[in-house]
């Protein structure tokens, strides 16, 4: 399956040859590395490990993360410490599972020309956290009327359950609580540009988390 961490950069339009006007999220979609290679044999199930954004300093890292990233040099004391050519120290990593052996190898770089214009992709992303949320902006409740006495209750939740029977509140209602910050996938978002050059794809319509937020872009599912 294609697939590509890239950064939220933000929206803009984009126009056709007749004129009319499209949504479209700009993402940074690479250059990927490919950090590591798995295999049914050795770990246990298929898999490629993607690494994107290089870091500006590698104390960002820990001495684990560098070393993984190939960042440490042998020497007598550590004679076997992995060399990955091609990689250079990055701060995001992520797995994508395969039911076949990975075609790609260990330090080779994926570019988003991967993807072309009109293929379909899913993005997923970390919506923004809004923290303690009341039920109308959680989840789009109506507010009640402001007339006959109803000084404060416009926009109070109302019932939440009978009083004998169950005589408690039953789980799963929808209240006020903690509204974002949670994973989330726009499918099915269509791919208006790509610029391999710069490394930028532009997907109709929005895309989860706040600009400058990684993201990631698969194949669609729903082709």
């Known amino acids: 399956m294609k697939k590509l961490i890239g950064r939220k950069v933000g929206m803009t339009q984009l126009f056709d040859e007749k004129g ?34 290089e870091v500006r300093k590698k104390g960002a890292l820990t001495r684990g993360e560098l070393g993984h990233l190939g960042q440490l040099k042998a020497n007598d004391k550590h004679p076997k410490r992995r060399a990955l050519s091609g990689v250079p120290a990055v701060g995001t990593l992520v797995e994508s599972r395969s039911s076949k052996p990975a075609e790609a190898e260990e330090g080779g ?35 009640q ?5 109803a000084s404060d209750r416009e926009r109070a939740p109302g019932s939440i359950g009978a009083g004998t029977t169950p005589g408690r509140v039953e789980k799963g209602q929808k209240m006020a609580g903690h509204y974002g910050n949670t994973r989330v996938t726009n499918s ?16 109709a319509g929005s895309v989860p988390g706040a600009n400058g937020g990684i993201v990631v872009i698969q194949e669609g599912r729903k082709q």
């Open 20 to 53: 009319n006007v499209t949504g479209v999220t700009v993402i940074e979609a690479g250059p990927n590395y490919v950090t590591q290679v798995k295999t049914l044999a050795r770990d246990g199930y298929n898999a490629v490990q993607l690494g994107f954004g």
């Open 188 to 203: 099915h978002l269509k791919v208006l540009m790509v610029d391999a050059e710069r490394n930028l794809i532009a997907v």
């Open 109 to 143: 770089t994926l570019k988003c020309d991967i993807f072309a214009v009109g293929d379909f992709v899913d993005v997923t992303g970390t919506m923004k956290g809004r923290g303690f949320a009341g039920n109308i902006k959680r989840h789009g409740f109506h507010r």
């Open 145 to 149: 009327k402001k007339t006959h006495g």
